[in-house]
């Protein structure tokens, strides 16, 4: 099925819908059978956005199809670990529930993540979502070459980027040049995940 042509838009943080993005957001995740939870809570979104955050908007068809959120890198992991979390505060835990005992967010003294140096010249890329219905017609690849775009356009020279290695995105990250840095590993449950799991962590240089 074709699907009308696609824009996106960088709109600040005070601009977006959060409860329409968070309900975007929770539908693409639909797709992975792994998680028992939603993806996001609307609170949690809230934290883990932040009000300096920007939000790439992809429309099609007079409709929201796809987001994304750009956020200085340096900041977004200072504030994730000012949490005491490893990434962002909701990442992808159910909505009230608390990290199981087993699987604390503790660092790897060996790990060479990129938040453990210095960040100043990265982008993250996070949040980023594409409706189902909407999915496999390019949307996912015009929010990465969009946040590339922002990213040059302030002067960044890479972009940072967190993944689930069980989601089937190392590959395709690939495709546009983003390769993998570093990962952590956790057991079932964590993050209301149904199996074990590898936080991935990916960047690519511009």
């Known amino acids: 099925m074709k699907q009308d042509a696609c824009t996106v838009e960088l709109v600040p943080f005070a601009a977006i819908d959060p409860p329409a993005l968070v309900a975007l957001i929770n539908d693409a995740y639909l797709r992975y059978k792994i998680l028992s939870a939603p993806r996001i809570s609307l609170a949690d979104f809230l934290d883990e956005a932040g009000p300096d955050s920007d939000f790439l908007i992809a429309r099609a068809g007079g409709h ?33 529930a608390e990290p199981p005992a087993e699987a604390p967010c503790t660092p790897d003294p060996q790990s060479t993540l990129p938040f453990a140096g210095d960040l100043a010249d990265a982008l993250y890329f996070g949040l980023a979502a594409v409706r189902r219905g909407a999915q496999g017609f390019g949307v ?18 890479r972009i940072v980027l967190t993944t689930l290695r069980e989601f089937g995105l190392i590959d395709y990250y690939a495709r546009f040049g983003y390769h993998l840095v570093g990962t952590e590993a956790y057991p079932a449950g964590h993050w209301a995940v149904t199996v074990p799991h590898t936080f991935c962590y990916m960047e690519k240089r511009l």
């Open 64 to 96: 929201t199809v796809g987001c994304a959120m750009v956020y200085p890198a340096d900041r977004f992991f200072a504030a994730a670990a000012a949490n005491g979390t490893r990434h962002g505060s909701g990442s992808i835990e159910a909505a009230g």
């Open 140 to 157: 996912g690849q015009q929010l990465v070459a969009n946040a590339e775009a922002v990213a040059r356009k302030r002067g960044a020279a």
